[in-house]
């Protein structure tokens, strides 16, 4: 059984870092595509960024050069740094994972988290 369990989601102001967490069990996660996404309140899903196998990444352009994926496979660990975080980035992150190498191409995000909060004060 699959499971993405995100961690490290709280509060802090303008300006500030948090580092965000996705444990995963039961799938390899070095050996896939793997994601960030957040949801804003009244606002659609958007991509935050993105890691294939081979450690080749991939940010949304409003977001790039402040937010880094980053991967441990000895724990099976995916991690978000956010640096430099503006109000606009509140919103509930979750990690996402495709049964396939390149996350580019139109096959689903098949395995999500439960998300994450962030709140960015100002």
């Known amino acids: 059984q699959v499971q993405l369990v995100e961690s490290g989601g709280g509060s802090v102001q303008a300006g500030g870092s948090l580092r965000l967490s996705c444990a995963a069990s039961?799938?390899?996660?070095?050996?896939?595509?793997m994601a960030w996404f957040r949801q804003a309140p009244g606002k659609e899903r958007e991509g935050v960024v993105s890691i294939d196998w081979d450690g080749r990444t991939s940010n949304a352009a409003s977001m790039k050069g402040r937010f880094m994926i980053s991967r441990d496979n000895a724990k099976n660990t995916l991690y978000l740094q956010m640096n430099s975080l503006e109000p606009e980035d509140t919103a509930m992150y979750y990690c996402?994972?495709?049964?396939?190498?390149?996350?580019?191409?139109?096959?689903?995000?098949?395995?999500w988290g439960q998300g994450t909060q962030v709140t960015v004060s100002s």
């Open positions: 039961g799938f390899t996660i070095s050996a896939n595509c």
């Open positions: 996402a994972a495709k049964t396939t190498l390149r996350c580019g191409g139109g096959i689903d995000y098949r395995y």
